[in-house]
Nanobody, 124 residues
Framework: QVRPVESGGGSVQEGGSLRLSCAVS????????MAWFRQAPGKERERVAVLVRRRGDTAYAASVKGRFTISQDNAQDTVYLQMNSLKPEDTGIYYC?????????????????WGQGTQVTVSS
């Protein structure tokens, strides 16, 4: 079983910061990519950040580039999303997900293991 578990969500003022954490488990090959997605009411789910475990490469959605940073610990069992300069439009439920697919860096549909989500609310 690969069941990511998110934590660290909450409510902040515009311009504030939060750090989300995701505890992951299972064989490493089942998490070739680790990623953060978010979904706001009435909007499609969006991948905001991805980390390719083996290489440490990262990529970000244009909407968060320069403000969010994805990282992992040395044991590669925890994934973080540091969110700075938060905006009201960042509000949503944030999900941690992993993928075993070789295409996971580019293919946002290739994620099979999802956390329960954690709410992030940014007020103006």
């Amino acid at each position: 079983q690969v069941r990511p578990v998110e934590s660290g969500g909450g409510s902040v003022q515009e311009g504030g910061s939060l750090r989300l954490s995701c505890a992951v488990s299972g064989d490493a090959y089942l998490r070739e990519c680790m990623a953060w997605f978010r979904q706001a009411p009435g909007k499609e789910r969006e991948r905001v950040a991805v980390l390719v475990r083996r290489r440490g490469d990262t990529a970000y959605a244009a909407s968060v580039k320069g403000r969010f940073t994805i990282s992992q610990d040395n044991a590669q069992d925890t994934v973080y999303l540091q969110m700075n300069s938060l905006k009201p439009e960042d509000t949503g439920i944030y999900y941690c997900a992993t993928s075993a697919s070789r295409y996971c860096q580019l293919d946002t549909t290739a994620y099979s293991y999802w956390g329960q989500g954690t709410q992030v609310t940014v007020s103006s």
